[in-house]
């Protein structure tokens, strides 16, 4: 008797797992389903009917077979309506994908049917606003960086035709000319760091060293200006202090921070690279005395092309705040800007330490 049940167990266990194997193999979601109701309701109607067969000589099949029959149109019927709206939810996250495919980028779908379809159609949708954003991105990228490179390149024709045409000397013009190359330079280096930030190229040669060396050659880059402009630099930072950083690239933060800070303070005013020691990581500070942040500035001027002041044609593509992001948040730090207690603004960037 127990060895009978244990066959029959047994058979039916290898037999259900065959099967069930053989179900993966059908190629819709919606058979997959059919099968198993078959199967759910078939398998242990068949091991009741062979064990009663075999122990008793069972008479009374028509009935059994009357409830398997049934149970299976029931299970069947259940099977389709769900396959279906499985399959449907399915298919409805497979047209938009099929769409986005083709190129519409704002194909967006449906969030609803089974938990798991909703996720997917969620997480779909945000790709596809991902997408949209980047290529938004490109497009504006494209359209200020052909404006921009576009202002020097008709300043160079216009004084190349005057000097062509004899209405100018070219020591007139050679000093403004070399003028227009470095702001050209300037917005294809700006252009190039941008594309490598963007690609994750940036490969950071990150070293525990002291801060206060590349404070100091930083602020020496923008002495001759300072004196220019008639502006104190002033720093404060322990010589003791470690960050991990790429010091060229630190630099290069350093040296945006301090231009912008320069070009925004009035002659006898103060710029400052304070640095301190936080938990974890160290917090540089450039301060100025100049005009401060209105709130459009500070929440916005760290986006690429964006500048304070729109009518100033030269120098500046508005770039220079959107690299120093990039390049803080591959160290890993975070950069921001803020009022100064007394007037000015202060911009700050931590990196990591220890
Ligand atoms: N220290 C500062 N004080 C006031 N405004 C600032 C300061 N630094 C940056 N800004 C504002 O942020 C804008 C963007 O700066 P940035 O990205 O360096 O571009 P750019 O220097 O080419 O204008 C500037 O045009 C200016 O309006
Ligand atoms: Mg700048």
Redesign the pocket.
Known sequence: MISTALIVGLATLSVGLVLAYLLRLLPTVRLQLVGLAFLAVLLPLGAVLVSGWVMFHMGDDVKILAVTAASALTAVVAALVVARSIADAVDRVREASGELARGSLDARAPTNGPVEVAELARTFNQMGENLQRLFDSRRELVAWASHDLRTPLANMQAMLEALEDGLAEPEEYVPALREQVAVLTQLVDDLFELARIDAEALTLQLRELPVAPVVSSSLRGVEAEARHRHVRLASDVDEELTARFAPEKVERVLM??L???L??TPSDGVVAIRVESLAGEVRVAVE?T????DAE?QAR??ERF????RS?TT????????IARGLVEAHGGRIW?EDREGGG?R?CFTLPSG
Do not use: C, I, Q, S
């Not at 100049?290 to 942040?293: A, K, P």
């Not at 964006?306 to 002041?309: H, P, T, V």
């Not at 120098?315 to 959107?322: E, K, P």
């Open positions: 945006n921070l231009t912008n800070a070009r925004h100025d100049g005009e401060g942040l500035a001027m760290f964006w500048r304070g002041d100033r120098r500046g593509a508005g770039l220079g705040l959107a800007a603004a911009v």
